[in-house]
């Protein structure tokens, strides 16, 4: 599919297995869901442009390469996009962060906003949109709808699992929105869940179901 990553790292399947498995507690299903986190953030950074700097080590000058530009942008959707959040900034400590408070309206199942917060200056940074779940797209469209009001170009959308269907409705709406994800599952279902997925990402999370 064009315009999409999947991060098929050996680590990254193996976390995940274990993520979908309903047996697996809170707690573990947190800590892998950062740490799957920490690997897509590895990939979906992987071509950001370095600039040479001068390095005294030990044992003499040297040059050396780090980030050139602005500082980027994580922005989770939440709830669940928080969840992602602390496996992303172990990689990038000193990104920004912009919250994008969603909900999917039951009836409709559009996104309705109920927060929003940026930095000031988002409109000079790449900004990455996590969010674990792209199951019809409408939430991740909303919030790209967002940022781009907000003078964004540069988007990312980083998620977990991703069924085709918020694919195609995604990049549809948003060409210019690359998108990484650790798989593309078959379907999704009557309620708009991805099968097999791994349920709700929120509750399992957060431990509400
Ligand atoms: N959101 C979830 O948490 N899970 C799904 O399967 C779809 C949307």
């Known amino acids: 599919m064009q315009g999409v990553t999947i991060v098929d790292h050996p680590l990254v399947q193996h976390k995940l297995t274990i993520l979908r498995d309903k047996e697996t507690s809170t707690r573990s299903f947190r800590s892998l869901l950062r740490e799957i986190s920490a690997l897509l953030c590895y990939e979906v950074t992987r071509d950001l442009p370095l600039e040479d700097v001068a390095v005294e080590t030990p044992v003499g000058p040297t040059q050396g390469k780090v980030l050139a530009g602005k500082k980027l942008v994580f922005a989770p959707i939440l709830r669940a996009g928080m969840g992602m959040l ?3 900034l172990e990689l990038v400590p000193s990104a920004r962060v912009a919250h994008i408070g969603l909900y999917r ?5 559009k996104a309705v906003e109920y927060y929003f917060k ?3 200056d988002i ?4 900004v990455i949109v996590i969010d674990p779940m792209l199951a019809t797209g409408h939430t991740a469209i ?11 170009k540069h988007i990312r959308f980083a998620c977990v699992l991703a069924a085709p269907e918020g694919v195609d409705v995604l990049r ?23 099968v097999p997925g791994l349920g709700d990402a929120g ?7």
């Open 86 to 88: 602390d496996g992303m």
């Open 105 to 109: 309206d039951p009836k409709t199942l």
């Open 118 to 120: 940026a930095p000031t």
């Open 123 to 126: 409109a000079e940074r790449l």
């Open 142 to 152: 909303a919030a790209i709808d967002r940022l781009k009001e907000n003078g964004v």
């Open 172 to 194: 549809g709406y948003h060409p210019d929105v690359e998108i990484w994800a650790a798989a593309i599952d078959e379907r999704l279902d009557e309620h708009s869940y991805i």
């Open 203 to 209: 509750d399992r999370i957060y431990g509400t179901k």
